[in-house]
Every structure is written in C-alpha cells, then in structure tokens.
C-alpha cells in the first residue's frame, strides 16, 4: 500500500467511539479525518457510567483530566427493592474500587464526556475534524479506501488506508456494507424504552431524588418488569434518571416521545415516594433500545466497525461507550503493531474484540433477568444478594472493570 495512504484514517462519526478512536490513532502516529453528521457535536443522552475499563483508556488520552472538573467518583452501586426502598446490596466504589481496578469509576453527563474529548482532539495536530459532513458514499478499491461526504456547500472526499464506521447504532456505514455482505446486519428493537430526566438538585423532583437515593452513589431501584437508575451528574447540582420499561417501538433517534403512561403502569406497585420523584421530574424523554447483531465487524481491504455500529447493545451493563472506548483503543494499538499487513491487524482485533462483547452482553441480559424479576425468582435474587458480601460482588466484576488491553494483547 502507498506509504502515505497506509498512514492516513478515516472516521466516519464523532461520537464517543469515533473520538477516542481519533485519539488513539493520532498517539500511535497517524494522520485522522473525522467526519461527522452534525454542524455541531449534539448534546444527546444525559447521564453516562464510566467504569475503570474505560476511564484507564481516557486517562492514557488525556481526556480523563479534562473530564474531572464536571465529573463525580460515586461511592457505591447501591441495589433497592423499588417497593419497600429496602437496600438489597452495596458494591463499593469511590477509593475501594480505585484501588481495586487501578482507575476511576465514574459518573458524568454525556455533553461534559464529548466536550472532554472533543478540546483534547483539537490540541492534537494531527486530527481533522469536519462537522456537517454526512457520509454518504464509500468506495473500495485495493489499499484505498474512498470516502465521499456531503456538506452545505456541496460535498468533500477523503481516502484512507482504513476507514473506522463509528457512526452509531444506525451506521450508514454497516448499511452500506450490508448491501454487499449479508454478514453486516441492521440495528433491532429490542422491544425495551429507555426513559430518561436530567433534574436539578435544588428542585422539587431533586429533593424527591433526596428522599429515596443516595446523592454520592448510583442508585438502582428494582421491580418487576421495571427498573430505574439514578446517580448525581455535573458536580452534583444535578441527578441523572434512567428507567426501563417494555414498550412499542417508537421513532428511531435518541429523543423521542411516548406516552408517559407506559411508565406508570410499569411503576403500579413501587413506593409512594418514588413514584412521586418520577411524576415531579418529568416530562421525560424516551428512546427505543436498538441492539446490533452481527457477525462481521470488518472488512479485510480496510473498513472496521467499532462502538454501537459494530455492537449497540442494551444498557442494562452500562458498558456500550465503555466498549466502544475499548474498541477504539485496541484497534488503533493493532493496527499500529502490524503497519504493512493491515488484514492481520484487523482479523486479530475482531477475534480478540468478539469474546469479551459477547461475555458484555451476557452480564447485560442477566442484570435485565435479574432486576425485572417478580415472584419466586426476585426472592431468590433478593436472598442472594443478601447472602453475598460485598467484596464477593465487587470481585465479579474484576474481569470486566480489570480489563486491560496489555493484559490481552501480547507485546
Ligand atoms: C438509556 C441509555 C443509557 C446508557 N448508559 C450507559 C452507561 O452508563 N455507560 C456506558 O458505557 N454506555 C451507556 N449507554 C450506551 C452509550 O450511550 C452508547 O453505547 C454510546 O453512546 C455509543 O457511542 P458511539 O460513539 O458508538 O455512537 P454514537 O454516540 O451514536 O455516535 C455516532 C456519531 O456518528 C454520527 N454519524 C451518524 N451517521 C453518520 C454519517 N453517515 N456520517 C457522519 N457522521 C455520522 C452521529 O451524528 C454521532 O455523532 C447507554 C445507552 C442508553 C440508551
């Protein structure tokens, strides 16, 4: 392949995969296109987990420094039944899991994440950030990945040695591939709505939030069929609330609208008072879950899909940006290791990626089995819980927030 060309990528979307995948090319010597939809990087989602898997990567980009004026260190994942507010398990975060899983854990709004990013990509010299540039069109040629975007003033073209999909859950990109390989599948209802409020602490719905939830911790509350998650955001001044109910397919997009009686009904049965933070802090915003399943993430002449357009999954893990920060880190490291045999370094990351999402997704699909519960099998999880210290349930978690790609890839 053309020296020059073999050095050059091409990301398609700015999202959090695509932007720390711009970073851990640009470390690794490359020169980064990033083009992105949006005139302007949209605020979207509200609250984001960060776990240690992940805030070990932004640390090594130099993200992490720039995310911790907004950011807060919760103490604990605290685990309540939703109807008696009874605590059912504690996993320790704050300094314990620091010092377990040598990171942070952390929580923070998704717009202080993207702006932590995004003012680290623009110190690096490396990287070309395009807004406003839709992509629309690749071609595939022997070593040359042709890439065409359409701007407001009409379109601009870039090639590359490999061209990264970080486009999201409805990737043109996969789309695109779909239409050549029927191994690259489209995104799925997964018949859940996410439901989500930001509320300010010092409002009505943040002194409801006060009386049900700890203000240092991520708090899940458990129900049958339900669940609602709720952890402090932007230096505390405000809260992040997420719940889960089943629900009909709704417009496709990350703000949509459904009828807030959904969410009612999947709360017949919880606490007053919960009830009450919930009726206070709308109106709430709902967005379908959309999972990706598929069984090729690349293309061996120089398309890999990383984040949600390889992968979206449910976030009852809270790991989707998690795995895509992994994704980006990892594939930039292998492409790095192997410069002039591209398709190794692709097959490679995706045999090395492909075990450790479908472990993910298992953890994702229990935790949904586990929280829903009703009856004989939320008794034996609310026994269960009761019965396991909670060092036991912070060591679960070691191979998921212990992950590091060193340990993984051998050097
Ligand atoms: C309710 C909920 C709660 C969640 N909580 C957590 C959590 O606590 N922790 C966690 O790790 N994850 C969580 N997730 C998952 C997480 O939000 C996603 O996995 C993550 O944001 C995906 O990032 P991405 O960069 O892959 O995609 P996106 O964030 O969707 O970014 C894709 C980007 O590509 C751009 N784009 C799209 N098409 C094009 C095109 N043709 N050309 C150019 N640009 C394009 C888009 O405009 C966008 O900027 C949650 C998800 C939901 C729904």
Request: net charge positive.
């Amino acid at each position: 392949m053309d020296e020059t060309r073999s050095r050059q990528i091409v990301i398609a979307g700015a999202g959090i995969a695509g932007l720390t995948a711009a970073l851990a090319f640009a470390e690794r010597g490359y020169a980064v296109t990033v083009l992105e939809q949006a005139r302007q990087l949209e605020v979207v989602g509200a609250g984001l987990q960060l776990s240690p898997n992940a805030t070990r990567i932004l640390r090594r980009l130099g993200v992490l420094d720039r995310l911790a004026a907004s950011a807060i260190r919760p103490e604990a994942v605290v685990l309540k039944d939703a109807a008696s507010l009874r605590e059912l398990a504690r996993v320790p975060l704050g300094r314990a899991g620091e010092d377990r899983w040598g990171a942070p854990y952390l929580v923070a709004h998704r717009a202080d994440l993207q702006a932590a990013l995004t003012v680290r990509v623009g110190e690096c010299r490396d990287i070309r950030l395009l807004t406003g540039a839709r992509v629309t069109d690749i071609t595939v040629a022997p070593q040359n990945i042709a890439v065409t975007a359409q701007t407001d003033g009409g379109s601009v073209e870039a090639a590359a040695g490999l061209l990264v999909g970080a486009d999201g859950v409805w990737s043109s990109i996969r789309a695109q591939l779909a239409g050549r390989e029927p191994a690259f599948a489209k995104s799925r209802f997964c018949g859940e709505l996410a439901w989500r409020a930001t509320v300010a602490a010092e409002s009505a719905a943040g002194k409801a939030f006060a009386a049900v939830g700890a203000g240092d911790s991520v708090t899940a509350f458990l129900h049958p069929g339900f669940h609602m998650v709720a952890y402090p955001v932007s230096k505390g001044s405000a809260f992040n609330l997420a719940a889960f109910t089943k629900g009909k397919r709704i417009a496709e997009g990350w703000s949509g609208h459904a009828d807030p009686a959904i969410l009612s009904r999947a709360m017949r049965g919880t606490a007053p008072a919960l009830a009450r933070l919930v009726a206070l802090a709308g109106p709430w915003t709902a967005f379908p879950i959309h999972t990706v399943e598929q069984r090729r993430w690349t293309m061996p002449q120089g398309i890999a899909l990383i984040g949600d357009a390889a992968h979206a999954m449910t976030p009852f893990a809270a790991q989707g940006a998690a795995m895509g920060i992994e994704d980006a880190a990892m594939l930039a490291g292998l492409v790095g290791d192997f410069p002039d045999d591209l398709r190794r370094s692709l097959t490679t990351w995706e045999n090395l990626r492909r075990p450790r999402i479908e472990k993910v997704l298992r953890r994702g699909a229990l935790n949904r089995l586990a929280w829903h519960a009703w009856g004989p099998v939320a008794i034996a999880r609310n026994l269960a819980l009761a019965t396991r210290p909670a060092e036991k349930l912070a060591a679960d978690l070691d191979w998921l927030y212990g992950w590091e790609e060193r340990k993984v890839v051998r050097r």
